[in-house]
Structures are given as C-alpha cells and as structure tokens.
C-alpha cells in the first residue's frame, strides 16, 4: 500500500512540476497514526517514457499502471558507427598536429655557410586548371580514343565484306568456268559419239544430226535455186543422204557385232566364274562346284573353236574335243554339230581355203553357243537365262508393225498409258526413216531430275514413272523448249526443278530453268513475295495444261487421287443413278 501511494503522489507531481528538478516532501505512515516526513527528489527528463499499461481493481476500480522507476533511460551500446541525430548538425572544429614518419632537414645559405645552387631547378607556376577544364580535355582524349576504336571497327567491317564479295566473285567464276567446262564436256561428249558412235542413242544422234544437214542444204537450194537446177540439185542432195545412211549403216553393222561378241564373252565369264563370298575378316573365299567345272571346260572349248586363223592340226585337236564333249548328250542339236564338224573335217582334207570356211566355222560356233546356253547341257547358266513365264497369254501382244507376237516388256508405254502399237525396235526404225529425233538429251534431263528427288526425298515415285516421251511433251509442248526466267533456248543447258520447293516434284509443281538459274531458285522461300503476279498465272497456267494432259495416265491419277476421264463419267452415272430394285425370276438384287 505504501508503494502504491507514493506512485500515486509521483504521478500526481509529475503532472503539476515544470522545473527539471523538484524537491517533493510526502508525510509516510510508519506505524499506526505515526507519520514520518520523507523528501523526495523528482528528475524531469525530456525523453517521453512510454506507457507500459496496469491493472484496474474490481471492488473500488481504482487504476494503477505499470510504471518506470524514476531513473535515466537505458543507453543503448555504442555499436562504432558515428551517428548524427537532428539535433545538432554543427561542424566540432578541432586542432591536430602532424609529424612526417621521416625527419628531414635542409641547409639554407647563411653567414659562413655556401650552398651551391648548380643543380636547383627553376620552377614557374603554370596556369591554373579549373575542374571542368581538366573533364573537358578528358572528354576530349575520350572522344579521340573512340574515334580511332572506331575507325578500327569500321576497317574491320570493311574487311570483312571485301572478303566476302572476294569470296562470292571467286564462287561465281567457280560456277562460270564450272558450267563452261560442263559445256565443253558435253560437247566432247557429242563429238565422241559422232566419230565413234556404239549404241543405239549415239546412232540416232547421228540420224539426228544427217537431218538437220539435209534440212538445211535443201532450204538453201530452195532459196537459191530455181527450175531445173533446183531439181538437179535436190537429186545429188539425196544421193549423198544416201550415201551417208549406208555408211552409218555399215558402221552400225561393224558396232553391233563387236557388241555382241562382247555380251558372249561377258555371258561366258559370269557363267564359268566361282562362288565368291567374304568371312566375317573381311576375306575371300572362292569355291568351284561340279555346274562351275562344266561352265569352265564348255567356255575353253568354245574360246578355242573362235580362234580366226589357226593351224589345220590344232583345228582338228579342237574339233576332236569339241565332238568327245557334244556326244554325251543325244539330241537334234547335237547331231548338227557333230556333222558340221565332219563336214569342216572333210574340207580341211581336201585342202580348201581359210577364207571359204568362214561361214561354216560361224555355224559350228552359233549352234555350240547354243549347246551352252541350255540348262539341261550346262546346269550353271539358270541363274544367267532370262527365263520366260509359263502362262504367255496376258504377256504377249501383237506388234501392227513388224507382225509379230512380242513380250511387253518389248513395248514402250505412252503418256496416256496404253501400250503401244508397235514394239521398240519398229519405234527406232520408224525413227531413223522419218524424224529422226534424238532423245539422249531428253534422257539426261530425265535422270538428273530422278537423281535430284532421289537425293531429297527417297520416297518419290512420280519421275520414276515418267518417261523420256513425257519428258520431251513437257519440255516442248508445255515449255516451248526454253527457260521459264531468261528465255534461254539452250536445250543442253535446261534442267527441271521444283516450283515450290516445299512440295515434291510433279508435272504440275515444276519449272524449267537453266542451270545458272537452279540455285537462285531453289533459295526462294516464299513464291508470291520473290516473282510478279503475271509470272506466277503464266506458270500457272503452264501446270493446268500438265495436269490436264497427265490425267490421261491411270497410273499417275491413281497415285496421285486424279481420276481419269472414263472414270469420272463413272462416278458421275453412278451418283445421279438413284437406286431401285431389279426382279429377275427368283432373285431380288439392289442396284
């Protein structure tokens, strides 16, 4: 009670007190009605404490708080860091002295002392640098220091696409001197098959080439000649084409048959050649069977009757062997060889001449050549043999030229998809009497575009099933012979390429470029934002006329979702044919 009653008379004098310090006297009760003056010193401080809360009693509901003693708030520890507060911002001026870590003394001219002065130096005071002085002349060198960065940087960059277009002439002249020199071997090419002519596309570039020489000596003379003279004249031309079709055909004659002694020799080799086969060293192994035994001997004797001269002694060995070797079979075949053995036998006896048993050496090759190619005589020549099937009756067809009954594969097949009418060897004659096309260039713009869609996409089908025909009807009839972009009329130098490279190639999604052209197109990502609008309806249209012609072709339509135009007019009956009932006898069917 004694503390709660002086906290109440502190509090009470706290509030009426305005001087720092008062001196307070509180009469205390010490025992009962004994009372003791007590005098009480009360420290004001300018710090506002804070309220810490109290009690309320439930009876008499007086308040009593929770107060502080009447001491000094506690400091808090100086934690080293200078701390300003708001009440002074006033400088605390002070005086220090400072000594040098190293002493050092100086001798000054005096009263019997000299110093001497020849190595002192001058110093005058410069001009005074003010502060944006000294950042302007930094700004200055700065600005100098990037100018030059930058110059280096630009000479750089300069370099740099020197370089670059050094490197795209070099790329250009590459390409130049690399379509050059392909010309050049084209040419090569050509001149070779002209002087030296082997197959049958070398020979038709011969026909081709004899035409174009007539065609332009006969204009010539119809240009310059007239009455007489121009009939006189056209003979002799006609005369000469004779001529020259005669030796072609001598040539031609010579060629196929050094062509087909090599296909004999090439058919003979394969045939007596061992098995072959490699382990898993990576080693050869060859084995001989009995059928390759028998291919051997049968090759020797036939390498030894082809022998053109050779001695009558040596002969008659050969043709003693080749007898011992006919005679253990029994057949018609057989039997001719071995009496035209006896018959050269004979002629050799009564001294006839080398050169009148020519023919009947050929005979006694062709029939044992014969003997060789058959299965049941030589067990090793099954696998060589073109065997042919056993049911002909869908496989052969009638050829309206030559009158014959030929395999399909004799046939070429025509860009609407039917067969032909003649076979290919009717084709080529026919070829060599009137028009005298060459299509080797055809056949080379074919395989490279085969070669390229091949090298993009191995799943394509469509330029496989294109021919050399479709080729030519679209380079001629659809193109009209010349570059879609420059106009180039350079039938050796065109090439296919794609017309969106997005989409694989077809009839209807090519363009015909030159070779310079191909790579400048194939880099074009967006067709309508690199060509005109009047170019792009020009091609388009060019791809209507492919798709219209190709459409013809079942083969083409059905692979590509096309229908042809018989089948069109089928699904459009069918469709307009509503469906009824047809009663016949017994049995309801729906149409």
Not at 61 to 81: F, I, S, W
Not at 143 to 154: E, F, H, K, N, T
Not at 226 to 235: S, V
Not at 546 to 554: E, G, M
Request: charged share 30%; net charge positive.
């Amino acid at each position: 009670l004694l503390a709660k009653t002086v906290l109440c008379n502190i509090k009470s004098c706290l509030a009426t007190t305005v001087s720092m310090a008062a001196l307070l006297l509180f009469s205390v009760s010490v025992n009962e009605g004994v009372f003791k003056e007590v005098v009480v010193e009360i420290e004001r401080s300018h710090q506002k404490k804070p309220f810490l809360g109290g009690y309320r009693h439930r009876l008499t509901g007086a308040e009593y708080h929770n107060a502080a003693v009447q001491t000094l708030p506690k400091k808090r520890p100086d934690r080293g860091v200078l701390v300003h507060s708001l009440g002074t911002q006033t400088a605390e001026l002070k005086s220090k002295l400072q000594q040098c870590s190293v002493n050092m003394s100086t001798q000054m001219t005096g009263i019997g002392c000299y110093v001497s002065c020849v190595n002192d130096k001058l110093v005058t005071p410069v001009k005074y640098v003010t502060a944006d002085e000294y950042h302007g002349r930094r700004l200055d060198a700065v600005i100098c220091l990037q100018s030059y960065v930058r110059r280096w940087l630009a000479q750089e960059e300069v370099e740099q696409l020197r370089r670059e277009r050094a490197r795209r002439l070099a790329w250009f002249d590459l390409q130049e001197r690399k379509c050059k020199e392909e010309k050049e071997a084209q040419l090569r090419e050509r001149r070779r098959r002209w002087m030296n002519p082997q197959t049958r596309e070398d020979f038709n570039l011969l026909y081709h080439a004899l035409e174009k020489w007539r065609n332009e000596e006969e204009e010539q003379i119809n240009c310059s000649l007239r009455g007489a003279e121009r009939k006189a004249a056209l003979c002799a031309l006609l005369e000469q084409e004779m001529e020259f079709i005669a030796a072609i055909g001598r040539h031609q004659i010579n060629v196929e048959a050094i062509n087909q002694d090599k296909i004999i020799r090439n058919f003979l080799n394969k045939a007596a050649a061992a098995h072959q086969w490699r382990s898993a060293t990576g080693r050869l192994f060859e084995m001989d069977s009995v059928p390759d035994v028998r291919a051997r001997a049968l090759k020797e004797i036939y390498d030894d009757i082809s022998k053109f001269p050779v001695d009558q002694q040596e002969r008659r060995h050969f043709l003693e062997k080749l007898r011992n070797t006919v005679m253990e079979h029994e057949c018609q075949l057989v039997w001719d060889i071995i009496d035209l053995i006896d018959r050269e036998m004979d002629l050799m006896g009564r001294d006839v001449k080398e050169h009148n048993l020519e023919g009947l050496r050929k005979r006694i090759c062709t029939l044992f050549l014969q003997y060789i190619r058959t299965p049941a005589f030589n067990p090793k020549v099954i696998k060589l043999l073109k065997v042919k099937p056993y049911d002909l009756q869908h496989d052969m067809f009638f050829c309206h030229g030559c009158q014959r009954y030929l395999w399909s594969a004799d046939f070429g097949s025509s860009t609407t998809g039917c067969r032909s009418r003649r076979c290919r060897n009717c084709t080529s004659l026919d070829n060599v009497a009137r028009p005298r096309d060459d299509n080797s260039v055809y056949q080379n713009i074919l395989r490279r575009l085969r070669t390229d869609e091949h090298r993009l996409n191995p799943e394509t089908s469509i330029p496989f099933l294109l021919q050399v025909d479709d080729i030519r009807y679209l380079i001629e009839k659809v193109w009209s012979s010349c570059s879609a972009l420059n106009g180039s009329r350079d039938i050796y130098n065109l090439v296919f390429a794609r017309w969106d490279v997005q989409e694989d190639w077809s009839p209807w999604n090519c363009i015909l470029l030159s070779k310079e052209e191909i790579s400048a197109h194939t880099q074009v990502e967006h067709i309508h934002k690199a060509y005109e609008t009047t170019f792009i309806q020009w091609v388009e249209q060019k791809h209507s006329m492919a798709r219209q012609h190709f459409s013809k072709n079942p083969v083409i339509a059905k692979n590509l979702g096309l229908y042809t135009l018989a089948e069109q007019r089928q699904r459009l009956f069918v469709t307009k044919q509503p469906k009824r009932l047809i009663v016949a006898k017994d049995k309801t069917r729906s149409c």
